[in-house]
């Protein structure tokens, strides 16, 4: 003989349908009912002040098109104009002064040797302090590459939000027919 577990809607189903049956069906018991306290767990003055201070500061200060103008007039070593578009957006055209580094591959190319970096990218890998601006397309790549940055400990990161849009119609740019 073997047993078959029902549920209790089921069981007086089966014991509703067949009389003979009823007698047989052992119908399970309805489980307690327990009421959790649902109240927010209780955090110390001091880890609530360091869940403020990561964010805090968790978007990447704007850059605004009269403030990016200037730097790419006089382009530095010491400072990034980085594009995260892909390649083939960056042959539609870029910002003067910029070097590209696809928003796809720049986490795991934060984590590269200086050498291999350079080798890989041909430009000088950005230190940790080092002023870089990202942009891209229309300026939410360039929000995520502030974040992935700064989580890789990058410290003076700006976000040209108008990114390659806005730059192409300041600078009178018509984009290329599709």
């Not at 955090?43 to 200060?61: I, T």
Request: proline share 8%; hydrophobic share 35%.
């Amino acid at each position: 003989m073997f047993r078959v577990a029902l549920s209790r809607t089921a069981a007086m189903g089966l014991a509703r349908s067949s009389p003979a049956l009823s007698a047989r069906v052992a119908l399970p018991r309805l489980a307690a009912v327990v009421r959790y306290n649902s109240s927010q767990p209780k955090f110390d003055k001091k880890e609530l002040e360091a869940q403020d201070d990561l964010r805090r500061d968790w978007d990447a200060r704007i850059l605004s098109y009269e403030e990016l103008k200037p730097k790419t007039q006089q382009p530095s070593p010491n400072k990034y104009l980085i594009d995260v578009r892909e390649p083939d957006e960056v042959l539609q055209g870029s910002i003067p002064s910029s070097v590209n580094l696809p928003l796809s591959v720049l986490p795991e190319s934060l984590h590269l040797n200086p050498a291999a970096f350079k080798q890989k990218f041909g430009f000088e890998k950005p230190r940790l302090s080092q002023e870089v601006v990202f942009y891209c397309r229309s300026g939410k790549r360039s929000a995520t590459a502030c974040d992935v940055a700064k989580r890789n400990g990058y410290t003076n990161l700006f976000n040209y939000q108008g990114s390659w849009l806005d730059w192409t119609s300041r600078e009178g740019i018509k984009p290329p027919s599709s």
